[in-house]
């Protein structure tokens, strides 16, 4: 796809891969919305990046519904949804309740697919359109303390799939990145960034993944791709 003047949302824009994915798309020339749940974060971020704000909760599906509304009406239209919005959770096997299931899976899977639902007749009715759904290396293997939050990511890239088989026959790409550890906001409490060590992954090498992705022509399109820290150790 040809960035210059494209109509992209991206939900999670407030910090980490979604800001910085957001930031590098608009100075490719892209119309960006970003989507947050605090006001503040959400502000900055999109001072700082040159997107536009809307402040949403991808678990509500009111404010989804309100999400397009307002993207819909500042841009008129869309060409490419970026499923960012996730939350993290370690928990051990044996202390995993099923308030920790609904309050993760709410976010990190049924927001998505909510999301993308609704996203679904625009892109048909143009017969074109991009999803990138942004999952995590904890959806291809399992790992200690990781029942839910890979449980979702799991669950994210089955989603991808099914969708990839429904929906190439509109020409409509779907995208599944599958980030290794990245130093982001994710599982924090007080959602303050962590820095990353000199070795580790950054959200400008994901930002870069899902710009990569992206522009090839739309033609073909990569269903997968895991970004790994080269040497992590």
């Given at each position: 796809?040809?960035?210059?003047?494209?109509?992209?949302?991206?939900?999670?824009?407030?910090?980490?891969?979604?800001?910085?994915?957001?930031?590098?798309?608009?100075?490719?020339?892209?119309?960006?919305?970003?989507?947050?749940?605090?006001?503040?974060?959400?502000?900055?971020?999109?001072?700082?990046?040159?997107?536009?704000?809307?402040?949403?909760?991808?678990?509500?599906?009111?404010?989804?519904?309100?999400?397009?509304?307002?993207?819909?009406?500042?841009?008129?239209?869309?060409?490419?949804?970026?499923?960012?919005?996730?939350?993290?959770?370690?928990?051990?096997?044996?202390?995993v309740t099923l308030k920790d299931f609904e309050?993760?899976?709410?976010?990190?899977?049924?927001?998505?697919?909510?999301?993308?639902?609704?996203?679904?007749?625009?892109?048909?009715?143009?017969?074109r359109g991009n999803i990138v759904n942004i999952?995590?290396?904890?959806?291809?293997?399992?790992?200690?303390?990781?029942?839910?939050?890979?449980?979702?990511?799991?669950?994210?890239?089955?989603?991808?799939?099914?969708?990839?088989?429904?929906?190439?026959?509109?020409?409509?790409?779907?995208?599944?990145?599958?980030?290794?550890?990245?130093?982001?906001?994710?599982?924090?409490?007080?959602?303050?960034?962590?820095?990353?060590?000199?070795?580790?992954?950054?959200?400008?090498?994901?930002?870069?993944?899902?710009?990569?992705?992206?522009?090839?022509?739309?033609?073909?399109?990569?269903?997968?791709?895991?970004?790994?820290?080269?040497?992590?150790?």
């Amino acid at each position: 796809m040809k960035f210059e003047n494209a109509k992209i949302l991206i939900t999670g824009g407030s910090l980490g891969i979604g800001k910085a994915t957001a930031k590098l798309l608009v100075e490719c020339g892209a119309k960006v919305g970003i989507t947050g749940r605090d006001r503040g974060r959400l502000k900055t971020a999109a001072s700082e990046t040159g997107a536009f704000p809307i402040v949403a909760d991808v678990s509500q599906p009111n404010d989804i519904d309100r999400t397009y509304d307002v993207f819909l009406g500042e841009f008129g239209g869309l060409d490419c949804l970026i499923n960012n919005a996730g939350i993290g959770l370690r928990r051990g096997a044996e202390e995993v309740t099923l308030k920790d299931f609904e309050a993760v899976f709410k976010v990190n899977v049924y927001g998505a697919a909510l999301m993308t639902a609704r996203a679904l007749p625009l892109f048909i009715e143009q017969n074109r359109g991009n999803i990138v759904n942004i999952g995590s290396t904890a959806g291809l293997k399992g790992y200690e303390g990781g029942t839910v939050y890979g449980a979702t990511k799991f669950a994210l890239r089955g989603m991808t799939q099914c969708w990839q088989s429904e929906l190439r026959k509109h020409n409509v790409r779907v995208f599944l990145i599958n980030p290794s550890e990245v130093a982001t906001a994710i599982g924090s409490s007080d959602r303050v960034e962590r820095e990353a060590a000199p070795n580790r992954l950054r959200s400008h090498e994901i930002a870069h993944a899902i710009k990569s992705v992206l522009e090839m022509d739309d033609r073909g399109f990569i269903p997968e791709l895991a970004v790994w820290a080269t040497n992590p150790w």
